[in-house]
Structure formats: structure tokens, C-alpha cells
């Protein structure tokens, strides 16, 4: 009986912990998603998206080309880029990912 409650509350903090993590997901999408900032935003957030890279004056140059476009920037310095669908799927004639 003790194992089955164990059990039990194992799998409700496992439920909570993903429903946690959705809420999040849905908060950051809406943060950053797609038209989540105004043009006159895009120097800075590609600013921010370009600060630890050492390619500064390409990833400056293609970020603000991708955020005029989309209106977003993705979170952090790199990846994240599917809470931003345009930003991900804007490709170079090569296939590769034109945005930082």
C-alpha cells in the first residue's frame, strides 16, 4: 500500500513538473515569438543574441537582416531558435540557416 502512494505521488510530481515546464515554454514563445518586437527593438536583442560570438559584425549584420523580417529574436546566445519559426526557417540558397 505504501509503495502504490509513492507511486502515486511520484507520477503527479512528474505531471507537475511537465506542465511547469509547457506554461514556460508558452511564456517564452510569447515573449520571443514571432512578432514579438517592434523594428526599432532589433539593434539591441541582436546585440544581446551576438555578444558571445567572435564572428560579431556578420552575426550583427545577418540578425538584424532575420529581425527586420520576422520581428523576433530568439532567447540566449544560441539555439533556441524554434520559438521563432521565420528566424529557423529562413535558409540560405545552400539549405544552411541564415539567421544567428
Not at 511547469?20 to 539593434?43: F, M, N, T, V, W
Not at 519559426?85 to 539567421?99: A, H, L, R, V
Request: proline share 8%; hydrophobic share 30%.
Amino acid at each position: 500500500m505504501a509503495m502504490a502512494k509513492l507511486l502515486c505521488l511520484l507520477l503527479l510530481a512528474l505531471l507537475g513538473i511537465s506542465m511547469a515546464a509547457e506554461i514556460q515554454y508558452h511564456l517564452d514563445s510569447a515573449r520571443y515569438g514571432p512578432g514579438s518586437l517592434k523594428s526599432s527593438q532589433c539593434p539591441s536583442q541582436c546585440t544581446r543574441r551576438c555578444s558571445k560570438t567572435q564572428y560579431h559584425k556578420p552575426c550583427m549584420f545577418f540578425c538584424q537582416k532575420c529581425c527586420a523580417k520576422c520581428l523576433c529574436v530568439p532567447p540566449g546566445f544560441y539555439g533556441n531558435k524554434a520559438v521563432c519559426p521565420c528566424y529557423n526557417n529562413w535558409k540560405t540558397q545552400q539549405g544552411g540557416p541564415k539567421c544567428p
